[in-house]
Each structure stands twice: as C-alpha cells, then as structure tokens.
C-alpha cells in the first residue's frame, strides 16, 4: 500500500523528487576486528538512479515520519530487520530545496552483520556489507557518493 509520502515533487528549479516530504535512507555500520564495514544496495535497473549502483536503502518520508522513522521503515521493507541493539550515530542532511525537499542518511551502528539474500525487495538486486577501502571500487549512486566523506566523518566521530 503507498504512503502518504510516495510521489514525485517538482521543485522551483524544475528538478523533478521522489517523496512529496522529501525522503531518508539508513547507512549501517558494523566493526570486524577494527575494520568498518558497511551495509550497501546494489539498485535495481528500474528504480530511479538504479542502473546496478550502489547506495544505502531508502525511500519516500510520510507525512507523519521523522527522518529516522522512514529510514527504518525503507530499511525493513527494503531488505529486511535491521538487527537489535542499533546505535544512531548521526544524520546527515542534504537539503535540495529549503522547507521543501531533502535527503537524510541515518547513520547507525549494529553488533551483527546478517545477510539479507530472502529478504530482499524488488528495488535492490542485492546487499553486501563492504569495507570502507572497498567502496573506492564500486559503483556508487552519485549524491551517495557526494555524501560519503561527511557520512564517513559521522561515523567516526561517533565511535
């Protein structure tokens, strides 16, 4: 069933969104005999800036959610229970037009590192958890890409 906040929004600029109250994704990171790994999406070739690239999980923020509260929800429906025990680490927030549309990345820590083959949905070809060093070589969805100094630096700092 779609949320209330499912549907495109055309901006001012004429740059056309998805999520009429902007949208939210959530980044998981899990230490593995001190390395950081995190957990990405390999994008379906339908879904928007899909093509095989790889970002975090996320999707339209409704009327009644907070930023976090959608990007648990994209998370679950998405690809699956994110593990108990979460620690927010930090929200990262890129506003595309003020009061009207951004995109946040909740930035989460996790003691487990699950698989989630069954559980994924259609928008997502796969997840895999990948060292930071490894994220050099893959390819990434393009404002996940812009964003993932100050994500990485949320992380850290978060420790």
């Known amino acids: 069933m779609p949320g209330s906040g499912d549907g495109w ?14 949208a939210a994704g ?23 800036g899909g093509n095989g690239l790889w970002s975090v999980p996320g999707g ?7 930023p976090v509260q959608a990007a648990l929800r994209e998370f679950d429906e998405e690809i699956g229970a994110i593990p108990p025990g979460w620690r927010l680490a930090g929200i990262h927030e890129v506003v595309i037009e003020q ?11 996790v003691d487990e590192r699950p698989h989630y083959d069954a559980t994924l949905s259609l928008e997502n070809d796969e997840a895999q958890w990948w060292s930071v060093d490894e994220l050099e070589s893959l ?13 990485l630096r949320i992380l850290a700092e978060s420790r």
């Open 26 to 48: 959530m980044l998981l990171c899990h230490r593995d005999d001190d390395v950081d790994r995190l957990l990405l999406a390999r994008r379906a070739h339908w879904v928007h």
């Open 99 to 109: 009061d009207v549309w951004s995109y946040h990345t909740c930035c989460a820590f």
């Open 139 to 151: 390819p990434l969805f393009g404002p996940f890409e812009d964003a993932l100094p100050e994500l």
């Open 9 to 22: 929004i055309t901006l001012a600029s004429g740059r056309v969104m998805w999520g009429r109250y902007g």
């Open 60 to 66: 339209a923020i409704d009327a009644e959610e907070t």
